[in-house]
C-alpha cells in the first residue's frame, strides 16, 4: 500500500504505529494514576454487576424450588386419596364409602372436601381408583 493509497486519518505523526500503540501512548498521556482508578472503578462496576446477577439467579433458584416442592406436595395428596378410594371400595363397593374416604384423606392433607373427585377406571389389570 503506497502513501496514497492510505485513508487521510492514518497519515502523519501517528503513521505506522498500531492500535495498541496508539492506546498506550494515549494512556501515557493522562498518567498511571487515571488508567489505574479507571481500572479499580470498572472492576468494582463488574464486581457489583456479578454480584446481581448471582442474587438474582439465587431467587429464580428458590422459586423454582418451591414450586417443585408445591408439586410433589400435591402429587402426594393426590395419590393418598387414590389409595384411600381403592381401599374403601375394596372393603365395600359402596360409591359413598370410596367418595368419603377421598374427601376425608383430601381434608386431611388441607384441601377442601369437595376438591377431590373420586372415579373407577378399568384397567387390564383390574379396576383403578382415580381421583381428580
Known sequence: MTEADRPTNDRGKHAGRTLWNR??????LLGLGVTLQR?????????????????GLAAVAVDLGTAYLAKVADQRAVDSAAH????????????????????GLATLNGRSAGAAVASLVP????????VR
Open 23 to 28: 492506546l498506550t501512548w494515549a494512556t501515557g
Open 39 to 55: 481500572r479499580a472503578s470498572i472492576a468494582a462496576l463488574l464486581g457489583a454487576a456479578a454480584i446481581v446477577l448471582l442474587a
Open 84 to 103: 384411600a378410594g381403592a381401599l374403601a371400595d375394596n372393603a365395600s363397593s359402596s360409591v359413598t364409602t370410596k367418595n368419603s374416604a377421598v374427601n
Open 123 to 130: 384397567s387390564p389389570s383390574g379396576t383403578v381408583a382415580l
